[in-house]
């Protein structure tokens, strides 16, 4: 492996200390335990996609030529995986919270969340422990971006399950974050493995496009919140 994809591995650690400092300067933050919590359960829910990926292996050691394989060990086994890891800490410990009011804190959470993931996740795929190795096309540029695009996947999850916080029907809110952020993990992925730079290119247009949406939407919510009070 090139030195430069050893410095991929920094990637996340950096965006975690500048989303750490903005949301210090921007919110005036006083305690940290939660973002720290969140940071180590992110990372801790890497087991789910580790194993979902060691199983598949075990069942189809390695062979995913044919496609229907393929389309089911990107969405199901890594994006699915990887997705319902970080769901699970965001739904049963940080939904729970007090601070917990809507869309910004369950943005804010799953961010940190993600980036926790990422910073191990990386490491996996760079070293083949996950994911096929021979067919991952463009390892650099994927390792490099990876950790930038886990950020528009937890805009997406963090923004309905905190949407959930304020409405009475919350499945349909929390399985639209798991299943959309699941989406948009195995088309970023599906690019890659497919070398199809079209559609890395649509993605990443259109993570941009949304991404900002449910910021500035779960920024405007919680200003109306506050209006309100």
Do not use: C
């Amino acid at each position: 492996m090139s030195l430069i994809n050893y410095l991929s591995f920094v990637v996340s650690p950096i965006l975690i200390i500048a989303t750490i400092i903005y949301l210090r300067f921007k919110f005036s933050i006083k305690s940290y335990v939660n973002i720290r919590n969140a940071i180590l359960l992110g990372m801790l829910s890497v087991v789910f996609v580790y194993i979902a990926n060691y199983l598949i292996d075990l069942r189809w050691g390695g062979n995913y030529n044919n496609m229907r394989r393929m389309a089911f060990f990107v969405f199901i086994v890594i994006a699915f995986s990887s997705e319902f890891g970080k769901f699970l800490p965001l739904k049963f410990v940080f939904y729970k919270l007090k601070t917990f009011s809507g869309p910004l804190e369950g943005l804010i959470y799953s961010v940190f969340i993600s980036l926790g993931f990422s910073t191990i996740a990386t490491v996996l795929f760079a070293f083949g422990q996950l994911g096929p190795m021979d067919n991952l096309n463009h390892l650099t540029l994927f390792l490099f971006t990876y950790p930038v695009a886990n950020i528009i996947f937890a805009i997406t999850m963090g923004f309905f399950i905190g949407l959930a916080k304020t409405r009475k029907n919350t499945f349909i809110d929390l399985s639209t974050g798991l299943f959309v952020a699941t989406f948009f993990h195995g088309l970023f992925y599906f690019g890659f493995i497919t070398s199809d730079i079209r559609l890395l290119i649509f993605d990443a247009v259109g993570f941009v496009i949304i991404g900002t949406t449910f910021v500035v939407k779960s920024v405007s919510i919680k200003m109306d919140d506050r209006s309100n009070h």
